[in-house]
């Protein structure tokens, strides 16, 4: 059984990123703290953030993973609590999805668009379906299969996943169809340029 967490959050300043760990200052301490590759894409030396964390200890010692925001600790905490599904899997996961679409696919049972996340395979993916589809998430999403279909367009029509996902999350109205939000999507995305 778990207990309550030693370590829900620290706050500091950025101090360097090397790879996927950012060396976090706090006071006289510099924590190193894994992340998904968005944060640290996100992130830059000198800046003041507050990670809420998740410390695990194994044979290896203590690692401290990071994130900005509770969804997607909430997210990683329940993917790790998965059978053979391990800390760096849940990272790859989250750096490809956000936490809603996440939700989205387990509770929807998106084995297809799940084990097209990079390095999860179908067995993964059906394994993470079925042991997180009764689970329950704090997190609310509004999205539904033709807001995801509308990201994949948009990805197809070269747009990177991230800018994909934020024009489509700005112009979604859950009465659209797919072609409808690629559309509006393309609008917004045409007055960026």
């Not at 200052?25 to 830059?44: A, E, G, M, N, P």
């Not at 387990?106 to 390095?119: A, H, T, W, Y």
């Not at 509004?142 to 994949?152: C, K, S, W």
């Amino acid at each position: 059984m778990r207990g309550e967490p030693l370590l829900v959050a620290v706050y500091g300043e950025v101090e360097g990123i090397k790879g996927n760990v950012v060396l976090l200052r706090v006071t006289d301490f510099v924590f190193q703290i894994h992340c998904d590759s968005k944060t640290v894409q996100s992130l830059k030396a000198g800046e003041r953030v507050r990670f809420h964390t998740h410390l695990e200890f194994n044979q290896d010692g203590f690692t401290l993973y990071g994130f900005l925001d509770e969804e997607k600790l909430e997210v990683f905490e329940k993917i790790t609590r998965v059978s053979k599904v391990g800390h760096r899997t849940a990272l790859k996961i989250l750096s490809s999805v956000e936490p809603d679409e996440f939700v989205y696919m387990i509770k929807s049972g998106d084995i297809e668009r799940l084990s097209q996340v990079p390095g999860i395979g179908r067995k993964t993916a059906e394994r993470l379906v079925s042991e997180l589809k009764d689970e329950e998430f704090s997190i609310t999403f509004t999205m539904n299969r033709e807001y995801l279909d509308a990201v994949e367009a948009l990805t197809v029509l070269g747009f990177s996943r991230s800018e994909a996902r934020d024009a489509v999350r700005r112009v979604f109205k859950p009465n659209m169809n797919a072609e409808q939000i690629v559309k509006e999507a393309l609008r917004l995305l045409s007055k960026k340029v």
